[in-house]
């Protein structure tokens, strides 16, 4: 019985908003589908702010885009050259309160660790990205002050927009594709 081997297993995957994770042990294969949607994470090229397409959990929180741009963006060939101004050792939590706004939660000492020419990016990062891929929601205010688009200070609890930092986008704001997709109808087998 040990030395039996299990068969291979088989995955179709359609091309749509749907990916699956396909997980054997024993005897039991478990199949877990995950819903994903297409969201724009901001990240930094020579000095400007530019979306890229990532894929996102359908039902992710604020806080959870908070951790993508943390981490930087994926390594990958179309990725070159981006980067993140937010800290990846610090906790930051992002919610929303029911009003249309995200409240942001920086840490005390957030703006120390990072370069005074990179603040203002860091804070056009996170209000970028979840301005533009929560619904419903249309300002974010920070529990600090935080840097304007400018470099200006701007005062804890100030309601901030897209509009705000629409200046440090890259002239070209059309977002890079970071995912592969297959036009739809095909299908993709995977072999475990």
Request: charged share 10%; glycine share 8%; net charge negative.
């Amino acid at each position: 019985e040990l030395t039996d081997t299990l068969p291979p297993t088989t995955t179709t995957m359609l091309a749509t908003s749907t990916s699956a994770a396909t997980t054997t042990s024993g005897l039991e294969t478990t199949t877990t589908e995950v819903q994903a949607d297409a969201g724009l994470l901001y990240y930094i090229s020579s000095g400007k702010l530019s979306p890229l397409v990532g894929s996102l959990s359908s039902q992710y929180a604020p806080s959870q885009l908070i951790a993508l741009l943390q981490a930087g963006p994926i390594d990958d060939p179309i990725s070159i050259g981006l980067r993140s101004a937010i800290p990846t050792d610090v906790a930051i939590d992002a919610s929303q309160d029911g009003t249309g706004v995200a409240q942001v939660v920086l840490p005390e000492g957030f703006f120390d660790t990072i370069p005074v020419g990179d603040q203002r990016l860091a804070v056009a990062q996170i209000v970028m990205t979840l301005l533009g891929n929560i619904p419903g929601v249309g300002q974010v205010a920070f529990n600090l002050q935080v840097s304007g688009p400018a470099g200006e200070l701007i005062p804890a609890g100030q309601l901030l927009s897209r509009a705000d930092y629409q200046t440090l986008l890259a002239s070209s704001t059309t977002p890079t594709e970071t995912t592969s997709s297959l036009p739809a109808g095909t299908t993709t087998t995977v072999t475990l």
